[in-house]
């Protein structure tokens, strides 16, 4: 069974700051990784994804992938209160579809 | 455009109650359909996934069933609940099980 793990937990950041998030597959077969957003007592929302290694950027998020470590990683720059949310990791394979992660509870304090 | 409808929005039952809950997909053909559920400050737990009518695969067995009668629907239920039946439970969509995935608005479930 895929395990994907995320850290850490929570993180509490200043209004104008960066939050960094990070995320690992157990499984060397992942396919993909997604990021999704999710506000409270909302359903989550998908924020960007990443197939290849390397690096890519939409606006205030930059998403890493280095496949060789199965590992990703979220920045978010310029951290509004608006970015507080439960951030989720989800990774692919065809095996076993979309496993989610605990999630990273970020908040940002004005 | 494509919009993913649930009901009800919100449930309180009773411990041993039947439960249904429904979710329509409009504006997209044969896709994907998946439920989940979401412990309160928990991560989602994917329960079931479609990919045709009438077809549905368990995940998790948690004394749930789901069926798809439609196309465009996805029915999850149960004969008797229990009071870890209490959560989040959410509905999404994909193209495909290598796409994103849609969900909907959800229905928060408390039993008793």
């Known amino acids: 069974q895929q395990k994907v793990q995320q850290s850490p937990e929570s993180l509490i950041v200043p209004e104008g700051g960066m939050a960094s998030l990070n995320c690992t597959s157990s499984d060397r077969n992942v396919d993909y990784f997604w990021w999704y957003r999710q506000h409270s007592g909302k359903s989550p929302k998908m924020l960007m994804?990443?197939?290849?290694?390397g690096e890519k950027e939409e606006g205030r998020f930059t998403v890493h992938l280095n496949k060789a470590s199965l590992h990703t990683s979220l920045h978010i720059r310029d951290s509004q209160p608006s970015d507080s949310a439960l951030y989720l990791c989800a990774a692919y394979n065809y095996a076993q579809g979309l496993t989610f992660g605990l999630g990273t509870r970020v908040s940002v304090f004005p | 455009a494509q919009t993913i409808h649930q009901w009800p929005v919100a449930e309180i039952k009773a411990v041993g109650s039947p439960l249904s809950l429904g979710c329509t997909i409009k504006g997209k053909s044969s896709p994907n359909l998946y439920w989940y559920w979401q412990a309160t400050g928990g991560t989602l737990q994917q329960l079931f996934y479609?990919?045709?009518?009438?077809?549905v695969e368990s995940v998790v067995q948690l004394n749930l069933s789901a069926s798809r009668p439609k196309d465009d629907q996805f029915i999850l239920s149960t004969e008797k609940l229990l009071l870890s039946h209490s959560g989040f439970y959410l509905c999404?969509?994909?193209?495909?099980?290598?796409?994103?995935?849609?969900f909907g608005p959800g229905t928060r479930l408390t039993v008793l």
């Open positions: 999404a969509w994909s193209l495909g099980g290598s796409y994103e995935q849609y």
């Open positions: 994804s990443i197939f290849s290694n």
């Open positions: 479609s990919i045709t009518v009438g077809q």
